[in-house]
């Protein structure tokens, strides 16, 4: 802007931000869904609509899987460091080493409005449907049933060990109620509390200074489960059926955290 009316970039910088009250915002991430993607989240809102009331809703185990690796979690635009030049801000600290292949621990977690589920680690990376019945199933369904009794649901997404038939068959066979693959919306991680809150909040608990090696980010990753405040896991079920209607206002378009 400044080059264009050949002014100084300070005299831009006045213009956009006292004279029109602008503010920068930077360019964020997220999927990008196709109208079909939509129109099944909002068909999803109304089955939920249909099928649950505001206390069955609270009695829901949502679960999802994530990877973490030894770099930990970075943000470019948020951490920055002040001082005089280049040379002085690395000495303190201004540079992020990242491995080519750094190593990865994949985890399950499970929360609910109750707390939080016991952490599954695979240490061995990815997972695949007999890994998944054998491993987080059993856990998913001990917790769910010591938690909230005979009545609950239990809530896994569309990725393919989950929407497998032998997995769906064990959900059928053994959780009082799931939501199955013809409902779960797909590309939708902002209809998760672990996708739009809780994994957010569970990396910030890692010390990732601590984290120098595999066996190391796994103590680290079950030291910090421990530390997931109750109150943002009680919050975040809490606001599920909030987020749900606006999928509606919004035309089933991506939510915003």
Not at 33 to 47: G, I, P, S
Not at 65 to 82: A, P, T, V
Not at 89 to 109: H, N, S, T
Not at 151 to 157: A, E, K, R, S, V
Request: charged residues 25%; hydrophobic residues 35%.
């Amino acid at each position: 802007m400044a080059k264009k009316y050949g002014i100084s970039k300070s005299s831009a910088h006045r213009l956009l931000t006292e004279d029109l009250g602008l503010h920068a915002y930077k360019m964020t991430i997220q999927p990008k869904l196709t109208e079909e993607q939509k129109n099944k989240r909002k068909k999803f809102v109304n089955w939920v609509g249909h099928n649950f009331q505001k206390e069955d809703t609270m009695r829901i185990l949502f679960s999802d899987e994530k990877m973490f690796d030894l770099d930990g979690i970075y943000n470019s635009q948020n951490q920055r460091i002040w001082a005089v030049n280049r040379d002085e801000a690395d000495e303190k600290g201004g540079i992020k080493m990242r491995q080519k292949f750094p190593q990865k621990v994949m985890v399950w977690l499970g929360v609910c409005s109750k707390g939080v589920a016991p952490l599954v680690i695979f240490d061995q990376g990815t997972v695949d449907h007999a890994a998944y019945i054998q491993k987080v199933l059993p856990i998913a369904l001990k917790y769910g049933n010591e938690t909230f009794g005979e009545h609950w649901t239990f809530q896994q997404d569309g990725a393919k060990p989950h929407i497998h038939h032998l997995t769906q068959k064990w959900c059928r066979d053994n959780f009082p109620s799931f939501i199955g693959k013809d409902h779960w919306p797909p590309n939708s991680p902002d209809l998760n509390p672990l996708g739009y809150c809780i994994w957010d909040e569970f990396a910030q608990c890692v010390n990732w200074e601590k984290a120098t090696s595999k066996p190391a980010l796994i103590n680290e990753l079950k030291r910090a489960v421990k530390k997931i405040r109750q109150d943002i896991v009680l919050q975040s079920c809490s606001s599920w059926t909030v987020r749900l209607q606006h999928v509606l206002k919004n035309g089933g378009c991506y939510l915003k955290k």
